[in-house]
């Protein structure tokens, strides 16, 4: 009989860690589960809104662009367009891009340039260069808050708090060796809030290995239900150089013409 | 004049109307941001100074000064005005008073003396009107995908006074226009309406960049005598104005377009006949400017790292100076097929190659033309950015393969505060002095310059 009971507690002994194990096991998506979420958040059929951009380098000296973004889907396909309205030697300067849903499509994208006054079509494999003079990438400026599920191999590391919010820490590979050339990345961290499924924080690691970046979103709150970032800031680690990205103004609900989507409207500017 | 008066007249009536109608339409935009009140000033100043390192001479020393103002009236309906104050301290390249008989009485230059001139460049009613984009004023308009020669970008004339030199959207004379633009068909038609009759402001004779190759200025015999007659403009609006049409597409993957000009070449042509007198010969040359239909096309794509981008025109009407004594006029005409092919390459961060290559084919050609059937002329851009593109590293190469001369432009320019920008680089020319670039083999320059937004 005490040997009964003796192996009942061993038996529930050894089965309170496995109980333990799964509950974390269930808390703890997987990384591409967590991408999926992220993307899948709402960020509404059509955004307008002012974003100031402020570039500081290592010695202080800061430069700051006023710009108008429009972003609509079209189905599945993302369109974004940002048009610079100050300072004025770069004023009417502006970016077009067409994000493709199929993995195997290259996105397209359009700068108007100014002092050419034409438009200008750019490789989509770009997308490691830095988006006129910021510490965003192209990929980063397309993609928003929003990640490339294909690109990376995910990997969910654990809990952690950010700001006070609780975060997955999830660790991203590129997928092979090309695609890290391409991103500029070897490895990412992202913290990903548990609750709203967006990126709060990440770190970037360039393709040797070295520490690159550190990306910030903060002012996060609720515009016509849905979740905005109002401040995204990327420090580089490399040279001292940080950009804030400060959204204004931000309306899901404008009506916003098709037409705004396309190289003409690029040369009629905003 | 009376008549020009008049007809300046209907047009802005029919601009007013235009415009009031859409005025009445258009619902003020509240949504704005206070980043938009209605109006919206700025300005550029930029200055430039250039030294002559073969002459050895300061070659250049201007003030550009390019005021803008905009009205917004709402999302779709705004007037946009930009104004130029010029100023030049050596007058070496447009020397003396300004003689603006390529410009049509109602576009040209308000001259304050010999170096400093006033010009309104743009102004501007762009609006949306029963499904149609208009434009309505004096503009530019540009089309093409080509860097740094011209074949469809020649909407516009331009201004020769630094050759190629100076940034095409500085050297394009902006021209009074009515340009509609409608979706049809997942594309954009264009259509433009040109009465303006402005064309190509060439350099004046004792300039720094005055046009000496025979490829372009006919040469007379030794010993003959040169009547230049004045240069003759078309002067009827209606029947003397341009039209143009562009169909442009986004079809998988590829930017697509069609165009069509009916207009006046910019250039004009140098009809010769000789007279003999009992004083010796005389050639007399009678400059006029001829119409010619352009249909062509334009592309580009992107693969991977490379981007292809590319042009091709056919010009029904283009006239090419002759040697041959027995022609009457001196010159021959031909029809004209010409395209270019470009490559850029940005396979490496922050840099970007392109190549280029040009071709035209005169369909028609004579014994004795100046220049060869096939002319040929390539590219090369080398361009780097340097901390997050406050410093660009870049070497332009243009090489004439015909006639073996070329142009090499490096250029080192640093963003040093927020709105102001310099700048370093040469211009430096090569080869023989009958060719388009050799002609100023010894016109090689240092620049400097800076550009302030304010």
């Known amino acids: ?270 | 004049m009376a008549c020009s008066y008049t007809h300046c007249g209907i047009l802005a009536l029919a601009g007013w109307l235009i415009a009031a109608s859409a005025l009445a339409e258009s619902t003020p935009d509240d949504t704005k941001s206070s980043l938009l009140s209605n109006h919206r000033f700025s300005a550029v100043l930029e200055s430039e100074a250039a030294y002559g390192t073969a002459t050895d001479r300061a070659d250049k020393m201007e003030f550009v000064l390019d005021p803008q103002w905009e009205y917004r009236w709402s999302e779709d309906t705004r007037v946009t005005g930009i104004a130029r104050l010029y100023t030049e301290g050596f007058d070496h390249l447009e020397p003396g008073r300004l003689s603006q008989g390529e410009v049509s009485p109602n576009s040209r230059r308000l001259q304050l003396g010999d170096r400093t001139d006033i010009e309104l460049r743009e102004f501007y009613l762009r609006t949306r009107l029963w499904g149609t984009h208009l434009t309505l004023g004096k503009q530019q308009v540009v089309w093409g995908k080509a860097d740094g020669l011209k074949l469809l970008d020649v909407v516009n004339p331009q201004n020769f006074r630094e050759f190629i030199l100076d940034n095409f959207d500085d050297s394009r004379i902006p021209l009074w226009t009515l340009n509609a633009e409608w979706s049809i068909g997942g594309g954009n038609l264009q259509l433009l309406w040109i009465p303006d009759r402005t064309y190509h402001k060439l350099p004046q004779t004792g300039g720094t960049f005055a046009f000496s190759s025979p490829l372009i200025v006919p040469q007379a015999p030794p010993g003959v005598a040169v009547n230049l007659r004045p240069l003759e403009r078309p002067n009827n609006i209606a029947t003397d104005s341009d039209i143009g049409m562009r169909f442009s597409k986004f079809w998988h993957g590829w930017d697509l377009t069609v165009n069509y000009l009916y207009h006046y070449a910019d250039f004009p042509v140098f009809f010769q006949s000789l007279h003999l007198t009992p004083g010796g010969a005389t050639v007399t040359v009678n400059p006029r400017y001829v119409r010619n239909h352009l249909i062509g096309g334009a592309f580009s794509n992107a693969f991977g790292n490379l981007t292809m981008r590319g042009e091709a025109i056919y010009n029904t009407d283009q006239f090419v100076l002759t040697r041959n004594r027995r022609d009457g006029d001196g010159v021959i005409k031909s029809g004209e097929i010409a395209y270019v092919l470009g490559l850029d390459w940005s396979g490496m961060q922050d840099t970007l190659v392109s190549a280029q290559l040009f071709q035209s084919w005169l369909l028609h050609p004579a014994g004795g033309i100046v220049r060869d059937t096939l002319d040929t002329t390539t590219t090369v851009l080398l361009r780097r950015h340097f901390l997050n593109e406050t410093l660009d590293a870049e070497v332009l190469w243009l090489q004439s393969v015909n006639q073996g001369d070329g142009l090499i432009r490096p250029k080192i320019s640093y963003e040093l505060r927020d709105n102001l920008k310099i700048w370093t680089g040469f211009d430096l020319f090569y080869g023989d002095r009958n060719g388009l670039f050799g002609q100023f083999d010894r016109n090689d320059r240092l620049v400097i310059g800076m550009e302030m937004g304010i």
């Open chain 1, 1 to 270: 009989m005490r040997s009964h009971i003796q192996n009942l507690f061993i038996a529930l002994f050894l089965l309170i860690p496995l109980s333990v194990s799964d509950v974390a096991a269930e808390s703890l998506l997987s990384g591409e589960e967590i991408a999926r979420r992220i993307n899948a958040r709402n960020e509404g059929e059509v955004v307008s809104r002012f974003i100031t951009m402020a570039m500081t380098d290592r010695s202080g000296t800061e430069r700051v662009r006023e710009t108008k973004s429009l972003r609509k889907y079209f189905g599945k396909e993302k369109r974004t367009i940002i048009f610079y309205l100050s300072p004025s030697n770069i004023k009417d300067t502006a970016f077009l891009t067409y994000d493709y849903p199929e993995a195997d499509r290259d996105d397209d994208q359009w700068l108007y340039l100014p002092a050419a006054r034409k438009v200008r079509r750019i490789s989509a494999s770009d997308r490691g260069d830095y988006f006129l003079g910021t510490d965003f990438t192209y990929e980063d400026i397309r993609k928003e808050t929003k990640v490339g599920i294909e690109d990376y191999s995910w990997k969910t590391l654990g809990e952690e708090t950010i700001d006070g919010h609780r975060c997955f820490l999830v660790e991203e590979i590129p997928v092979n060796e090309k695609m890290a050339q391409e991103l500029g990345y070897s490895k990412v961290q992202s913290w990903i809030d548990a609750e709203i499924w967006m990126v709060r924080q990440a770190k970037y690691w360039d393709v040797a290995g070295n520490p690159l970046k550190t990306l910030q979103v903060r002012e996060i709150t609720l515009i016509q239900d849905i979740w905005t970032a109002h401040q995204l800031s990327a420090e580089n680690h490399k040279t001292g150089h940080k950009t804030v990205f400060t959204f204004k103004d931000v309306n899901y609900g404008q009506s916003v013409k098709d037409e705004m989507f396309t190289e003409d409207a690029l040369r009629r500017g905003y």
